[in-house]
């Protein structure tokens, strides 16, 4: 897999000279037409040896390239502020906008690899870090995403080599470690396990580049082409209709059973015995998010539902037993123009709280299996792909301790009618009525169909869905306060559980 | 996840008697309609827990579907021919091809989940047997394959209910198990893999399909529906267009070195040495192949290179040394049509031999990444994809201890040159010198490029290539003999560590 990137390629000065303001000048040109045409990203990973350039690669694309477009990221120990999150958050952050370039030091294989070779983390765990990256990057590729990744590489003589002359000339001493010799003992168990990282993730679409990393003319000469023929390739094909999903279509209902029509909608709770509940289980939420060990934990609750089910109140009765300071509602409505120009889920990663806090989604990435695909907002294809990408995110969540509470508020299409109306009569409730709530009334069905597939695609042992019986509004909120308490509560004792053990 | 198929889903006897006459009606109408377009094959997983109706859906979709067109595969424990393959062979075997549909009882997953349920596997194994699903129906669907994967499922109760009243009637008594109530046991733990399962391999282009397996009515009505709108909706959708990819290009050569410029082509072989070391090394290899331990191996040795660099002579110069009865020479032509009628990988998987054999190949799969991809005989996409499939393919073959040598023979330009001439005025070689060969020597460069991306995308740890410098004879077989001794050798002492240890 090296062979070629052992040779010892070589270009001359005077080759170079000649060559790099011609690439410099294309580099620019194919920038400003990115940027003018803001038809996608451009991710571009360096990674591969130490010694093989990697930081002067990076120097030097961010001299060749207009700084206004294109932004580098050195990705070196993550932050406090990034310790408190899943590991992927600091990537999503940094993520180039479309018409932007971002160029990643290190990347989501950095860490996976080092734990690896230090043994930190077993082979199993380096392998679904690989399928993470896998996800990520098909992700990023099904969003529109141009991904470079390039693999800079010596052979173990020539990292030798220049580890020795960097060590004898006191200018480069410096930049000698005592890990970059570490690393050196290790060459070939490091160039097997990075065997096996390029093959498992090198796709057809996000394939890597391997490139030796010896002769700094050769290396960032044929990088910068590189980039500037991708750019080029991508901005120069034909724009593709998109066309649908030829996938299976989803399970035609034969009878009239759904989730949704199971639910037992008359039960009932007296105002009396609602007040009693909401003070216990407020009381008890107070209580549980003030235990020093929550500082551990992040909540993250969300809420869907039928227009007028009560999100807004449900939501209500959790933030009136919390610390003003602990916790964020997030209203989710269209996305803004900052966020249209990046993939689906970032407007959604952006609000992962830290640990200690708790956010609660009014509306969420949800939208995606609900609204969007029932208008048609989206493809077959995106709606079909975010199934599997709502999973993985959720994966990350749950895996870094956060607590999911995923509602979905029901109510009949009866009671719906009954508080529309409500609504248009009371004043200070008009403006929660809309015209689109009455179109969205129309398509019923089509909502009902959409929520029965993403509870039956997205319900997970570790995130599961609460569907909620919201035709009353008092056994509602009790129903999602003792929920949220339940959550909150077994992942503290979990916690307990792997301290004391 | 499993939330839809607990309700009790039900379809009463007469509804489901006025539905079934059109449902197979309307299944045979698209079974032919398939058939004579040939358009794509359909490939049918039945999966899920004991009692659930796998088996009765199978026979039933048999009764319902033309026989012609569609093959049941029940997949249980594989035969001694299977044993002796790697795990997916049975699988490529049984593959429906363009215009047929296969319904397979058993399938890729069976086994993974039943090996961990059991607690013979590892986590980690069940892991990256869901990689190889998962990178296998990627192949199937990119080959444009319709993949229905149904998994039928039974709450806790109704399963313990099934068993029951199955063990009370003496008529069925016989179809519960011990395995069944093993099972059954094992509920709680099975549902959480079986979720993890889904859940990692439910994509866009494969999604599964979670049935309830309780009512037969339902069950049988609802994949009956399912199959047949699947195979409408691919049969009318629009033939899309193919377009290139939008990856990048592959690396520039900014300077003239190349892994094959790089080879040193002036070695030479003497015939008299010739002869000695010849003699040397096909005795090596002949007790080698006749060791006792010979007979749990599989040797594939396959050859590349320029047109009259010389494969023919090499390999007449291995199998000199093997007895006929164990090995075979399978000549890469043109596909047939039952070939062109399956995936790209299908007719080499064919031919992977049982242990103790030895199978050359004369040209390879790597078709795809040559000529195919510099005559333009499949699309970008097609080979970009192809690194990672034949990648994943030989992964397969080396986990199940097979050697593989992978052989390209490299002569110069002028050297090939000479030897078509030679071939134009000698009678019996004559035959061996077409036009299509003068036409490739024009396309020499594209050639050489193809070959480099090929081997650095394909040479791996476990299945490196072998470049031979074939411009001396003598030196090439030389060559060739000595690295499959030497390969067969490591083999076999792995193989003698691995019983020491």
Redesign the interface.
């Known amino acids: ?1 090296f ?2 990137a052992e ?5 001359d000065k005077a080759t170079y000279d000649k ?1 790099v303001p011609a690439l410099r000048e294309a580099l620019l040109e194919a920038q400003l037409d990115l940027s003018q045409s803001a038809k996608f990203p451009v991710v571009i990973l360096l990674s591969g040896l130490d010694g093989a350039g990697r930081g002067e690669t990076l120097n030097l694309l961010n001299e060749w390239m207009d700084p206004r477009h294109v932004q580098a990221h050195g990705m070196g120990e993550p932050s406090d502020e990034e310790l408190d999150r899943p590991m992927m958050w600091r990537f999503w952050r940094a993520l180039p906008p479309k018409g932007k370039t971002g160029i990643f030091l290190g990347s989501w294989y950095t860490w996976p690899i080092l734990n690896r070779v230090n043994g930190v983390t ?3 765990d380096l ?2 870090s690989l ?1 993470r990256a896998r996800l990520l990057e098909k992700m990023l590729t099904d969003e529109g995403a ?1 991904v ?1 990744k390039f693999w800079l590489h010596l052979s173990k003589d020539k990292q030798e080599k220049r580890l020795k002359s960097l060590e004898k000339d006191p200018k480069t001493r410096w930049r000698v470690t005592e890990r970059d010799w570490q690393h050196f003992k290790l060459y070939d168990k490091l160039a ?1 396990i990075h ?2 990282v390029i ?1 498992h993730t ?6 890597w ?3 030796e990393g010896e002769d700094p003319r ?1 290396r960032s ?2 990088i910068g ?2 980039i500037h ?2 750019i080029r ?2 901005l120069d ?2 724009t ?1 209709k998109p ?10 209902s ?2 009239k ?3 949704l029509k ?1 639910l037992r909608l008359d039960q009932k709770l007296e105002k009396k015995a609602y007040e009693i509940e909401l003070e216990k289980y407020q009381g008890k939420l107070a209580l549980l998010t003030r235990d020093p060990r929550f500082k551990e934990i992040t909540v993250i609750a969300m809420f869907e539902g039928n227009d007028a089910a009560g999100k807004g109140g449900s939501i209500r009765r959790i933030t009136g037993a919390l610390d003003a300071r602990i916790y964020q509602v997030v209203p989710v409505a269209a996305p803004t123009e900052e966020e249209r120009a990046q993939p689906y889920l970032w407007r959604f990663w952006r609000h992962v709280p830290r640990r200690g806090k708790v956010t609660i989604f009014d509306r969420s990435w949800y939208g995606r299996e609900l609204v969007e695909r029932v208008e048609g907002f989206c493809l077959e ?1 995106d709606w ?2 975010a ?2 990408e709502i ?1 993985e995110f959720e994966a990350q969540l749950v895996r870094h301790n956060i607590v999911m509470a995923k509602f979905w508020l029901t109510i009949s299409k009866e009671e719906q009618l009954k508080r529309f109306k409500e609504r248009e009569k009371t004043g200070f409730k008009r403006y929660k009525i809309t015209d689109e709530d009455w179109r969205n009334r129309e398509k019923w069905d089509a909502y009902e169909n959409a929520v ?1 597939d993403m ?3 997205t ?3 570790r995130a599961p ?1 609460t569907l909620v019986e919201a035709e009353n509004k008092y056994y509602a909120r009790i129903k999602v306060l003792k929920t949220v308490c339940e959550l909150v509560e077994t992942q503290l004792k979990q916690l307990k559980k792997s301290k004391d053990s």
Chains 1, 2 share one sequence.
């Open positions: 897999m062979e070629s040779l010892g390629h070589k270009i060559a077993k082979l199993a392998d679904q399928e141009l470079l097997s065997e096996s093959r090198s796709t057809a679409e996000a394939p580049f391997i490139i050769y000469l044929t082409k590189m023929e991708s390739k991508r094909a034909p593709v066309v649908g999903l030829s996938a299976p279509p989803l399970l035609p034969i009878d059973l759904h989730i199971a294809s079909m792909r199934y599997g999973n029965c509870v039956d695609r319900s997970t042992e869905w």
